[in-house]
């Protein structure tokens, strides 16, 4: 069975850095997508940043030139570099597996638990 374990989040100051892991464990063959979501009180969830496995990477408007994602297959973990973090980065950011190919056959996908980054004025 797969498993998603998230880390990294915490409380910061305005200007401040964080760095988000997501590592998959289970049976797993080959990740397509890897990606960042967020969600911020009495707002809907929304992406932050998605990498594929051949390498292409979108960014919200909102965080691109500050987010950085990044993977390591060999892991199955996707990164998150959060630098110069602002008050309305405050969300619970979860990760995103898609296109998860079991060695079983089986393409799935999955959500971590959440983190929750904090960020104060």
Do not use: H
Not at 16 to 24: D, F, K, Q, T
Not at 36 to 53: D, F, H, M, N
Not at 73 to 81: D, E, G, P, S
Not at 92 to 120: E, F, H, I, K, P
Request: glycine fraction near 12%; include cysteine.
């Amino acid at each position: 069975q797969v498993q998603l374990v998230e880390s990294g989040g915490g409380l910061v100051q305005a200007g401040g850095s964080l760095r988000l892991s997501c590592a998959a464990s289970g049976s797993i063959f080959s990740i397509n997508v890897m990606g960042w979501y967020r969600q911020a009180p009495g707002k809907q969830r929304e992406l932050v940043a998605v990498i594929t496995s051949s390498g292409r990477i979108n960014y919200t408007d909102s965080v691109n030139g500050r987010f950085t994602i990044s993977r390591d297959n060999a892991k199955n973990t996707v990164y998150l570099q959060m630098d110069k973090l602002k008050p309305e980065d405050t969300a619970v950011y979860y990760c995103n597996l898609d296109g998860v190919r079991l060695v079983a056959g089986a393409r799935l996908a999955y959500w971590g638990q959440g983190t929750q980054v904090t960020v104060s004025s």
